[in-house]
Nanobody
Framework: QVQFVESGGGLVQPGGSLRLSCAAS????????MGWYRQGPGKERELVAY???????SYADSAKGRFTISRDNALNTVYLQMNSLKPEDTAVYSC?????????WGQGTQVTVSS
């Protein structure tokens, strides 16, 4: 089992920034892949970004140029720096980890972009 502690969500005005953090713990060693998903109101869950332990990053088109994913492998922690936020970024953002050939998701943290 994997447990997550997510933080950093909140209310921000359009054009603002937020930084999400997620620390994974449990009976795990290194985590090959960590990332973030989001689900907006009335929308399906979508992958925002992921990063491998080797440093490979991938972003959804909607996140490219505005969001940056990073991680601390030693701490099994992943971060998502979100800049130039738009109202359409409003969603519950959930941490993701691929561990021991299984997918795990956190409970999520709410991000609301509104004036």
């Amino acid at each position: 089992q994997v447990q997550f502690v997510e933080s950093g969500g909140g209310l921000v005005q359009p054009g603002g920034s937020l930084r999400l953090s997620c620390a994974a713990s449990g009976s795990i060693g290194s985590i090959p892949t960590m990332g973030w998903y989001r689900q907006g109101p009335g929308k399906e869950r979508e992958l925002v970004a992921y990063m491998t332990s080797g440093g490979t990053r991938s972003y959804a088109d909607s996140a490219k140029g505005r969001f940056t994913i990073s991680r601390d492998n030693a701490l099994n922690t992943v971060y998502l720096q979100m800049n130039s936020l738009k109202p359409e970024d409003t969603a519950v953002y959930s941490c993701y980890a691929y561990v021991n050939r299984r997918d795990y998701w956190g409970q999520g943290t709410q991000v609301t972009v509104s004036s």
